[in-house]
């Protein structure tokens, strides 16, 4: 995140946005909202009370008041359309026709979920210079999927597990995190201003050992992918790649009969191409670093 303030050009807008800020625990918060100048860091997320936490870390009481707040769903209220959705269907006739019949269903209501592409998030505007994603892309995706598990444990119990033997459920899953995946990344690429970088932070796997010290070692260690392997062509797609890097981060270590965890994470400084931005351009207020 720091490294991308350097990557910003000098005419571009000094405004910050942040989302999925959370606490700012991954945050250079106090550095962002210096870096802001006289413009605005924007922290966006469902937690305003995280968000409040985070700010008030920072010692400098006029840097705390160049910190905005906005409480919103990232995703445009994704989760919100796909539980009206499960609400309209007759769970006690498909529960009785069998586990088939109720994972159709389900992928049904996946394939139909409105998903805003871009999403809105009301009151932050546009013309970004500086756009961050922080560890919020795979959850984007994976909460309103858990919430679809969720609703099969309240309606079916005894079917809870038999989703990976149903191909059109599990193809739906696929299809539903490419499309809130793309419109994340249009999310993204129309906060910025021309000129403007984008930093997207994603845990793409994550990963179990039992043996520390050996936690590079196949033989100790199982992975599961937590994004579409197609994200970085995606990315590609959408955006010039300046930088990319990978790392891993160990949040729990093995102890007695508990595996360690931990994720593997990829980490992308990105610009729009610029015949997209000077395309995309809403107005010639742009040119003044104005935002609606």
């Known amino acids: 995140m720091l490294h991308a303030l350097t990557l910003r050009p000098p005419a571009t807008s000094p405004g910050i946005v942040v989302l999925g800020a959370g606490a700012c ?21 469902l937690d305003r009370a995280a968000m409040e936490q ?68 009301a009151s932050l505007g546009s013309g970004f210079g500086v756009v961050i994603s922080s560890l919020i892309l795979s959850q984007l995706f994976s909460y309103p999927l858990l919430d679809v598990l969720d609703y099969v444990q309240r309606i079916a119990p005894q079917m809870v597990g038999e989703q990976e033997r149903h191909r059109r459920y599990q193809d739906a899953t696929q299809a ?61 797609e959408n955006f010039t790649v300046l930088e990319e890097r990978n790392w891993e981060w160990l949040s729990d270590l093995p102890e007695n009969e508990r595996l360690g965890r931990g994720y593997e994470v990829a980490g992308y400084i990105l610009q729009a191409p610029m015949q997209a931005q000077k395309d995309e351009t809403p107005s010639i207020f742009n040119n003044f670093g104005l935002r609606g």
């Open 25 to 45: 625990t991954e945050i250079p918060i106090a550095e962002l909202a210096r870096a802001a100048s006289d413009d605005e860091l924007v922290l966006v997320d």
């Open 176 to 236: 539903f995190r490419i499309r809130i995946i793309q419109a994340h990344l249009h999310l993204l690429r129309s906060l910025l201003d021309i000129g403007g970088v984008v930093v997207l932070l994603s845990d793409i796997r994550g990963f179990v050992f039992n043996v520390y010290g050996t936690d590079h070692d196949a033989q100790h260690r199982r992975t599961m992918p937590l994004v579409p392997r197609t994200l970085p062509e995606m990315m590609r």
């Open 54 to 121: 985070g700010r008030n870390e920072i010692a400098s009481p006029a840097l705390r008041r160049n910190v905005r707040l906005i409480e919103a769903d990232i995703t445009g209220g994704v989760s919100a359309n796909l539980n009206s959705l499960m609400e309209r269907r007759p769970w006690h006739i498909l529960v009785e026709q069998g586990a088939r019949a109720v994972f159709d269903a389900m992928a049904e209501c996946l394939e139909q979920c409105i998903v805003p592409d871009p999403p809105e998030i």
